[in-house]
Nanobody
Framework: QVHLVESGGGLVQAGGSLRLSCAASGSIFGISTMAWYRQAPGKQRELVAILTSGQDSNYADSVKGRFTISRDNAGNTVYLQMNSLKPEDTGVYYC?????????????WGQGTQVTVSS
């Protein structure tokens, strides 16, 4: 079992910055990806940024150049640095990880953290 705990959300004015953290604990051997998703009211959950075990990253077009995903040296915590925030970045941000082995994979989600960007 893997537990993901997010922190760092809050209310910020447009143009401001926030840094989200996601700490993973439990059976975290074999992490293949760690990612951030978000869900705005009335919309589907969407991928914001993803980081592979090989440190390759990818971003949604809407956040490229503004958001940066990173991971600590121990590999247990993933961060999302969000700069130049816009009102459309408002939503609940979820941490996600995929853990895989030979012939199997499992997905885990955090409980989410609210980000609100005021205009």
């Amino acid at each position: 079992q893997v537990h993901l705990v997010e922190s760092g959300g809050g209310l910020v004015q447009a143009g401001g910055s926030l840094r989200l953290s996601c700490a993973a604990s439990g059976s975290i051997f074999g992490i293949s990806t760690m990612a951030w998703y978000r869900q705005a009211p009335g919309k589907q959950r969407e991928l914001v940024a993803i980081l592979t075990s090989g440190q390759d990253s990818n971003y949604a077009d809407s956040v490229k150049g503004r958001f940066t995903i990173s991971r600590d040296n121990a590999g247990n915590t993933v961060y999302l640095q969000m700069n130049s925030l816009k009102p459309e970045d408002t939503g609940v941000y979820y941490c996600h990880t995929e853990i895989s082995g030979r012939g199997w994979s499992r997905n885990y989600w955090g409980q989410g953290t609210q980000v609100t960007v005021s205009s």
